[in-house]
């Protein structure tokens, strides 16, 4: 007896479907290997708070010039205080300086709450603060640093045409500690570490393809939400909302 086989197909095979469905599954893959971890940890040590009609000023460390945080992230965190309708009253980090002039510049800024009270005890320098109307000074430090990178994308053209392939990616670290001190009782309320570490990869499969994210974005919504917690809440202030 002889058997005979006989295969079916249904329908013909799309080949333009399935590169399209291998593209997605590679781009699924690079994607779950970029994105961003957080670790915030904030610390408070008093349980004073900013009322109504007070501000708080933001100020960028710069006694280490190489370490100093960024003039955008400052500009951002300050921005971000203020928005919203939970937003509170922040002073002008320029107005702040000049006022000041020249005791906040990077020679003769205070590095703790003692050096403050020395420089509040110089003649003028108190009734120049409290015009200014600030109770709060938050003092930045930290940069957003490229940490690692590797990989490669080479790119050729023919008579077939152009295309490249390959994959490329790279960190960047997005670390901030915020010390903010209680200009009213001369003391420091407490600090906030913030470290955002961000991974980014560019696949190529015939073009390269930018897959980018961004570690200090992150850090400014993350950091400014902490912030708020932290000069609104008195003992038993806690990390806040989980930062993924």
Not at 38 to 53: D, H
Not at 181 to 198: K, M
Not at 215 to 226: F, H, I, M, V
Request: aromatic residues 8%.
């Amino acid at each position: 007896m002889r058997l005979r086989c006989r295969q079916t197909f249904r329908s013909p095979i799309n080949v333009a479907q399935t590169q399209k469905l291998c593209v997605g599954l590679v781009l699924a893959t690079f994607l779950s290997a970029c994105g961003v971890t957080a670790r915030i940890e904030p610390y408070k040590q008093t349980n004073s708070v900013i009322r109504e009609g007070e501000q708080v000023v933001v100020l960028a460390r710069k006694h280490h010039a190489t370490h100093e945080a960024e003039a955008e992230f400052i500009e951002c965190i300050s921005k971000g205080l203020a928005k919203g309708r939970d937003g509170l009253e922040v002073h002008s980090t320029t107005a702040f300086e000049d006022q000041l002039y020249p005791w906040f510049e990077p020679s003769l800024a205070p590095l703790n709450t003692d050096e403050l009270t020395e420089l509040l005890e110089k003649p003028g320098v108190l009734e120049r603060v409290e015009a200014t109307g600030v109770r709060f000074v938050v003092w930045l430090d930290g940069s957003t640093d490229r940490t690692a990178s590797g990989g490669g994308i080479t790119c050729a053209a023919g008579i077939g045409g152009a295309g490249c392939i390959g994959l490329a990616w790279w960190e960047d670290d997005a670390r901030y500690d915020a010390t903010i001190w209680d200009l009213e009782s001369l003391t420091s309320a407490g600090t906030i570490y913030a470290d955002f570490l961000g991974r980014s990869v560019m696949p190529a499969i015939i073009i390269p393809i930018p897959l980018i994210v961004r570690p200090r974005a992150r850090a400014c919504k993350g950091l400014t939400e902490q912030l708020k917690n932290f000069l609104t809440t008195p003992y038993g202030y806690g990390p806040g909302p989980e930062l993924g």
